[in-house]
């Protein structure tokens, strides 16, 4: 299981962006997220989102991945239920690998494929919760909380490992992304396992409480390493200088 083997395929890495607070009443939002490697700096692929809004909340959406030079990596297709924090989803990537998580009853069933074969699971889902993405729902009802030097505590079911673990959030900084404040939100295990472990960062632009940058794991597979790569994927306004020429269309 070398491509599940690291902690990072438990995260969501690079799936998050946020939406506008004052959304409209129901909209699809679409934007482009670039990822870059974090040892080389290199360019390694570009995301896709499509984010479907219902009266300011993000209730199903789609992510398409593509490499630099086109070619399509995969996609991950994402709804929430009624719990807001329980992101259900299912990943399919080039390579035949994956992961879903799907609600049940009052558990969850978490699944990774690799080479074709599928193992799942069944957990436990004790109070808050989060599955995928909807950690990062999370992080937004508790914003003020963050910002107030809170540190919030909750659980994270990790699909590729068909378990769940503690995990702990808290500002770390202030800082600037594109000329506007910033601040940046550590994210981690709350257990020993963060000795083996190392911290994700998502940069917010507070006052909308929008995600702005990510520097973590990713569960996009580098092809030259078969190993999930460690990225910085930034959401600007404007695609940066070193960005593919040709981009893949919003909305395809």
């Known amino acids: ?6 902690w990072a395929l438990m995260m969501l890495a690079a799936t998050l962006p946020s939406w506008p607070a004052r959304a409209a009443e129901d909209t ?4 482009y997220g670039y990822a870059y490697d974090m040892d080389s700096g290199r360019y390694a692929y570009t995301e896709v989102h499509a984010q479907r809004i219902v ?3 993000w209730r199903s959406g789609r992510i398409d991945y593509y490499a630099p030079d086109g070619r399509k990596l995969g996609d991950k297709r994402i709804e929430f ?23 049940d009853g009052d558990g969850i069933v978490a699944s990774r494929t690799e080479n074709g074969r599928t193992e799942s699971g069944r957990i436990d889902k004790p109070a808050t ?5 909807g950690f990062h729902v999370y992080l937004r009802d508790h914003f003020d909380a963050l910002l107030g030097g809170q540190t919030l505590r909750f659980n994270l079911v990790a699909a590729a490992r068909l378990q769940r673990y503690r995990f702990r959030a808290s500002k770390v900084a202030d800082t600037q992304f594109d000329g506007r404040p910033a601040v940046v939100i550590r ?8 000795l083996l472990a190392g911290p994700v960062e998502m940069v917010y632009e507070p006052r909308e409480r929008e995600l702005v940058e990510f520097r973590g794991p990713s569960n996009v597979v580098d092809p030259g390493t078969g190993k999930p790569y ?23």
Not at 95 to 100: L, N, T
């Open 81 to 103: 239920g009624a719990d807001p924090y329980v992101a259900r989803y299912r990943m399919e990537m080039a390579g035949g690998y994956g992961s879903a998580i799907a609600e």
């Open 55 to 57: 009266d300011g909340r």
């Open 187 to 194: 994210f981690e295990p709350d257990s020993l396992l963060r």
């Open 28 to 31: 699809v939002r679409r934007f």
């Open 1 to 6: 299981m070398r491509r599940m083997a690291g």
């Open 230 to 252: 460690t990225v910085r994927v930034i959401y600007p306004a404007r695609p940066p200088a070193d960005a593919p020429a040709a981009l893949p269309p919003l909305g395809a």
């Open 129 to 133: 919760t989060c599955a995928d993405a």
